[in-house]
């Protein structure tokens, strides 16, 4: 009788557990955050969200967003939109619907790159006897809050003169063996490997070449100032 009674009993609670679940009622939020989970300082990234019911399925509610870390993100209660404001940390993100709270999502926060400088000299000469290639083409991105060099980024080369309407025609590239690269800054700003020009081997270089860099924010819809600048570099034959 003891363990029927107990039985009935785990019965008749499940029933109650059914009850209070309905399909209207949120169990859980599904959070999606932005790719990478990454903002820059100044920039904006867009979290959404989906209520959940016993089966899974969504619920339309009013989903609210909140962070305990003001310093570094700003959240909107209402979009889930975070701009980032303080490089070098991270902020903490969750929803909230219908008093469930989401797990706290972490968000990294770098710092903005603020500008490109290409590192003198801006202009090379090539002795074609004696070398194939220039020196490393330095170039560092730089932040100014705080100001320091800016990691963990892409500086963009390519070759704009000559113009070669078919690239297996040209007469110079980067070290790469093409007329375009992409290089990843090291904990200096600068490139932690290194990009040169190099003559085509075996084809008469041309009298001059030029190499062109740039950056984009981390998002990459906004172009780091600075970009456009230009190494010339002329062969001495």
């Not at 904006?44 to 967003?65: E, H």
């Not at 290639?133 to 390519?158: H, M, Q």
């Not at 003169?161 to 070290?175: G, I």
């Not at 081997?201 to 860099?213: L, W």
């Amino acid at each position: 009788m003891n363990r029927l009674a107990g039985g009935l009993a785990i019965l008749a609670l499940a029933a109650c557990s059914d009850l209070a679940s309905s399909d209207d009622t949120v169990i859980a939020i599904q959070v999606t955050a932005p790719p990478g989970a990454i903002v820059e300082v100044g920039d904006t990234v867009q979290y959404t969200a989906v209520a959940l019911n016993r089966n899974g399925d969504p619920i339309a509610t009013t989903i609210t967003w909140a962070t305990p870390d003001t310093a570094n993100i700003a959240v909107d209660s209402l979009t889930g939109a975070v701009i980032g404001l303080q490089g070098g940390t991270q902020g903490r993100v969750q929803a909230i619907a219908d008093g469930l709270v989401s797990p706290l999502n972490i968000l990294t926060v770098i710092v903005t790159a603020d500008t490109l400088i290409l590192v003198p000299p801006d202009t090379l000469s090539i002795d074609t006897l004696t070398a194939t290639g220039t020196p490393p083409l330095v170039a560092r991105l730089e932040a100014f809050s705080p100001p320091g060099p800016v990691a963990s980024r892409i500086i963009y080369y390519e070759v704009v003169e000559p113009v070669f309407a078919d690239p297996s025609t040209r007469t110079v590239e980067l070290s790469n063996l093409a007329l375009a690269d992409t290089a990843t800054t090291g904990a200096n700003g600068e490139p932690a490997t290194a990009v040169t020009l190099q003559r085509v081997p075996g084809v008469t270089p041309p009298d001059s070449a030029i190499v062109e860099i740039s950056a984009t924010r981390h998002q990459g819809t906004e172009v780091v100032a600075g970009s456009g600048q230009r190494w010339i570099i002329r062969f001495i034959k």
